[in-house]
């Protein structure tokens, strides 16, 4: 029965490269100048392409871009974050996917974005790109003055470390420090004290009291994840992203989650980056950034954003 299946992916592969095949003529010749207008005229996601550029595509997918002209853009005024003309390119054996297609992005500071869109519509390599996690095939990535893919590794963790807190799906707590001393990680990287939050006081609004001492094995999923988010408001960064930062949390616990990031853009004019599935939380925010297949498909504002206790999170 297991061979039976095995074949069944082998052909089901082999029939997928295939179609691959088929999208470019064999009068086109793949090279690393064409490879993006191939993309761009064929109007496919994926494409087989040489070794030669296979390993270009994640050459400058993970190294730092050489000067041309653009490594000294800054931000046009009220901005915090812009995305020109932002394409990303994965690439796996000789197969090229095209994740993100030429994306254009103004937030501006103090604003709550969601970038909302179903799975693997590239909200989350968006997310990874801006916060720098990520560097893009083509275009400028411009976060507080900063043109990212000019930069470092060194250069961008440090900026990482300075303005920005992430509130991960997978939670990424230490394994070997206890609730408390995970959410301290994030409050000490805050160098302005009278910034920092009053940790005893996070953990109480959280009704994490009693975990305080727990380590991350002791701990539920919910229990984890609130972990995390608190170590990313305990630093009360200049930019918070947060990628599905309610998806295993009960409705309480999302409610207390929306109400601490609504309060840290209000208080502290925090910027806010989220990226979900859910529709409701739009109304919490100022944009709302729609992605669907690699494109962004629309960008609405909202003028009153509503505070989270006002909106029906589950369809009440």
């Known amino acids: 029965m ?7 992916d082998e052909d089901k592969q082999f029939s997928d ?12 010749k793949i090279t690393k100048q064409n490879v993006l207008d191939v993309f761009e ?12 550029v296979y390993s270009y595509i994640r050459k400058i997918g993970r190294r730092k ?14 901005n915090i974050i812009e995305v020109q003309n932002v394409t990303k390119i994965y690439s796996t054996g000789n197969v090229l996917t095209r994740v993100l297609n030429n994306i254009n992005l103004e937030i501006k500071a103090g604003e709550i974005v969601l970038i909302l869109g179903i799975s693997g519509g590239g909200k989350s390599t968006l997310l990874n790109l801006i916060s720098g996690l990520d560097r893009p095939t083509k275009g400028n990535i411009i976060v507080a003055n900063k043109n990212l893919p000019y930069m470092s590794d060194r250069e961008i963790t440090k900026l990482r470390r300075d303005k920005v807190s992430f509130i991960f799906q997978n939670y990424n707590l230490l394994e070997n420090l206890n609730a408390f001393d995970n959410v301290m990680t994030g409050a000490w990287l805050q160098k302005d004290l009278s910034r920092r939050l009053n940790l005893t006081d996070l953990f109480k609004e959280y009704g994490m009291s009693d975990e305080i001492n727990k380590f991350p094995t002791e701990m539920s999923g919910g229990q984890q994840q609130r972990v995390s988010i608190m170590r990313a408001l305990s630093k009360n960064a200049e930019i918070i992203f947060a990628d599905e930062p309610t998806g295993a949390l ?10 601490s990031l609504y309060k840290a853009n209000r208080d502290w004019k925090t910027t806010v980056i989220m ?12 944009k709302v950034v729609h992605i669907e297949k690699g494109n962004i498909v629309r960008i609405d504002i909202n003028e ?11 369809n009440e």
């Open 304 to 314: 009153n954003p509503l505070h989270p206790d006002q909106i029906g999170l589950y």
């Open 17 to 28: 490269l295939q179609s691959l095949t088929s999208i470019v003529t064999l009068e086109t």
């Open 2 to 8: 297991n061979k039976k299946r095995k074949l069944n």
């Open 275 to 286: 990226v979900s599935h859910n529709p409701a939380m739009s109304a919490m925010c100022h």
């Open 41 to 52: 005229k064929s109007g496919k996601r994926n494409i087989i392409a040489p070794w030669s």
């Open 65 to 78: 871009r050489k000067k041309d002209g653009n490594e000294n853009l800054t931000n046009s005024t009220g």
């Open 250 to 259: 009960d409705e309480q616990t999302t409610r207390i989650v929306l109400n």
